[in-house]
């Protein structure tokens, strides 16, 4: 039976990626990539290209930011994936960082798997991880505890100490405001792993900046 393969590219350096990822995309026969942008542009792409065989079928969807819109285009998407499942070609979705944290490919599983097909999921370096690494930052140890929350989600911080905040583009002033008045230290990392990568712990600058692929690791004692 053919196969799914979700595939998590990492932050978006094409050296950031798991054999095992660079060995699925060589193998099969139809890649999907997802782009946030109506321009077409898909970073997951761009971030595989060179492992990519001559005369694999490449497609790139577009997944919009907006709620109600994402469940139908996830659909769309499903039924080109489930077409070409049905001819008996493996299929890659691709993903930056993992397939399982914050991304389109759980929306899109739910549609294969009420079809009953094959799915493997490849993990991926996720964007914090890499950040961790490019800023040299432990992120906890011990019994320290991790939360990682979308931006509109950092006024619900309470007693957490060490914080990772995604999806921070637009949300950029309240995130830094709710920071601060807690007494958090933070560094911002943006295009981690990419050309234009970023690093600012300071407050005007990471209002300048201002990145879609861009996150917060906060901490405080
Ligand atoms: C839809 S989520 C995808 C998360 C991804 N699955 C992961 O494991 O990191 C998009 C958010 O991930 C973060 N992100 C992804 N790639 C990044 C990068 N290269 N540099 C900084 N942040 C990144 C940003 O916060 C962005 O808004």
Redesign the pocket.
Known sequence: MATLYGI?VG??DSELLTVKAVRTIEKCQVIVAPCATEDGES?ALETVREYIKPGTEVIIKHFPMGKKDRVIKALEAYEFIECRLKEGKDVVFL?????Y????YSHMLKHVRDCGFEVQTIP?I???C??ASLVNKTLVVGDEKLVVMPATKACEITDEKFVII????KHEEEVLDILEEKGFDYVY??????EGEMVSTEREEILQLRD????IIASRN
């Open positions: 998590g932050p978006g970073i993903t930056i960082g993992d397939p944290v914050y991304s389109t991926g996720t964007s914090f890499a950040a995604m999806k921070l583009y990392a943006s295009r981690v792993g990419r879609y692929m861009s996150l």
